[in-house]
């Protein structure tokens, strides 16, 4: 199947509160042209270097999600046009995104990396930690921040009650922490295997690669 009949095919199953970020990670231009003349307008990627070449040479109504993990001395590139930053995970990448969006003269919207899977190697708070950060009132002072949201990545298994168990409890997390941060709308869980699952658990964001654009080398 093409790019323009998978993303048809992805956008007539999803619920219409539910935003579709198109992965475009090591994809060429053509390919995120391709997904662009079908309607789609939100790309994501995981490289500042990547996503700042493909921001320059593609149409400038795209809005551009960095869903990676971010190193604070790559912020700089891409803090005047960057929509949205899905994976945002310690105090100081925080404060360094205020301080470059401050220099922009504009306000980048982010979302707090959680923690939810078993595996040690995905990056993000613990729940604990974030705690701690929303009642420490530091986020407050961070004027060049707009937290909308969380996002967490689920274990990689084949064991979908444990997917389900995992998003599950950050969805519980979310609606903990929305009666102290009200502007929290975004829950960015789900991928090509198990977004089905996160959107059964309240994702309102998904983060689609290899489903629309076939497998990755
Ligand atoms: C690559 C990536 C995705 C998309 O993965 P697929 O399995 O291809 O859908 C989603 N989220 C993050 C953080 C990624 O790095």
Redesign the pocket.
């Known amino acids: 199947m093409s790019i323009k009949d998978n993303l048809i095919q992805i956008k007539e199953s999803l619920p219409q509160n539910v935003t579709l970020?198109a992965?475009s990670?090591t994809k060429p231009l053509s390919d995120i042209q391709e997904a662009y003349d079908a309607g789609q307008r939100i790309f994501?990627e995981?490289k500042v270097q990547e996503m700042t070449d493909k921001w320059e040479l593609l149409p400038k109504d795209i809005e551009w999600h960095m869903?990676?993990h971010l190193q604070r001395n790559k912020v700089k590139y891409m803090a005047s046009f960057v929509s949205l930053v899905?994976?945002v995970d310690s105090l100081r990448l925080l404060k360094e995104i205020n301080k470059r969006a401050k220099q922009n003269d504009r306000i980048i919207p982010c979302l707090l990396q959680v923690h939810i899977a078993e595996e040690e190697s995905k990056f993000g708070f613990d729940e604990k930690e974030l705690m701690d950060l929303i009642s420490s009132g530091t986020l407050d002072s961070l004027e060049n921040i707009d937290i909308q949201g969380l996002m967490g990545?689920a274990t990689f298994t084949e064991n979908t009650q444990q997917i389900k168990k995992e998003f599950k409890s950050l969805t519980n997390l979310f609606n903990r922490i929305k009666t102290k941060l009200p502007g929290l709308k975004e829950l960015s869980m789900g991928?090509?295997?198990d977004?089905d699952i996160a959107i059964g658990e309240g994702s309102t964001m998904v983060?689609?690669?290899?489903?629309i654009?076939g497998?990755?080398n």
């Not at 983060?207 to 489903?211: A, V």
Request: charged fraction near 15%.
């Open positions: 970020v992965v990670k994501g995981n869903i990676g899905h994976g990545m991928m090509s295997g977004y983060r689609l690669g290899s489903s654009f497998s990755r």
